[in-house]
């Protein structure tokens, strides 16, 4: 399977960290955006919506990072405990997958990307969305090891991929301590978290 992505960026690695645990070998192929490898004919063939990550099971192309980790898990999974089968459990994990998407990390996209691409001020009315997003997270960990039921699940992942983006931003989720106590113990059981945390200090050059 090739594999479309770039090391610093949190959707990829939260594909990564799926592969990782479904013990699948991923094609890892680097797109310089930077240099609009993205935009050239064959890669807008695969994808036309020209986003990373990508992925291409023989004749299959899939984007978006979330949809990408519950194709993996459906189709080579030798269990289901990444995304259960049970409607109400799966039910959970999506919504995590969109809070993850809609919330968390586009509150950290809105805040940080004009910062670090367009040198634009930091906007403190965008920090508070960020606040809130943890407020949140803290809130659905309340008295839970996971972020969607008793096991890990591909909602932790994608959380985790987001989260550890925001420590080498240097947010403090210090007084979010159940978001800390779950991250503290998902450095330690989440495969793949060590190239996870290798990319996330190669995002952390953009911060200086």
């Known amino acids: 399977m090739d594999f479309y992505y770039l090391p610093g960026s949190a959707p990829c690695r939260s594909v ?3 592969a990782k645990a479904l013990g699948i070998e991923l094609n890892k192929k ?4 930077q240099a609009g490898e993205h935009l050239k004919p064959e890669f807008l063939k695969i994808n036309p919506q020209h986003t990373i990550p990508t992925l291409v099971d023989g004749d299959f192309a899939l984007w978006e990072s979330r949809a990408i980790m519950v194709y993996l898990v459906e189709k080579y999974g030798k269990t289901d405990s990444l995304f259960p089968k049970c409607p109400k459990k799966r039910a959970v994990i999506n919504q995590r997958l ?3 998407m809609g919330t968390l990390y586009k509150s ?3 805040y940080y990307y004009p910062q670090i691409f367009a040198k634009a001020p ?8 960020i606040e809130t ?3 949140f997270l803290n809130t659905f960990l309340k008295g839970h090891e996971y972020a969607a039921g008793d096991s890990l699940t591909v909602a932790d992942l994608a959380l985790l991929a987001s989260v550890s983006t925001f420590e080498v931003a240097s947010f403090d989720f210090s007084k979010y301590p159940n978001v ?3 991250y503290a113990n998902l450095k330690t059981v989440a ?5 996870n945390w290798a990319g996330c200090l190669e995002f952390k050059k953009y911060f200086g």
């Open 191 to 195: 495969p793949g978290w060590e190239e």
């Open 122 to 129: 930091a906007d403190p009315e965008l920090f508070k969305k």
């Open 180 to 182: 800390a106590k779950w």
């Open 108 to 110: 950290f996209a809105d």
């Open 30 to 33: 680097l797109l310089n955006l």
């Open 98 to 100: 969109y809070f993850d």
């Open 133 to 135: 997003a943890f407020d």
């Open 16 to 18: 990564l960290m799926t």
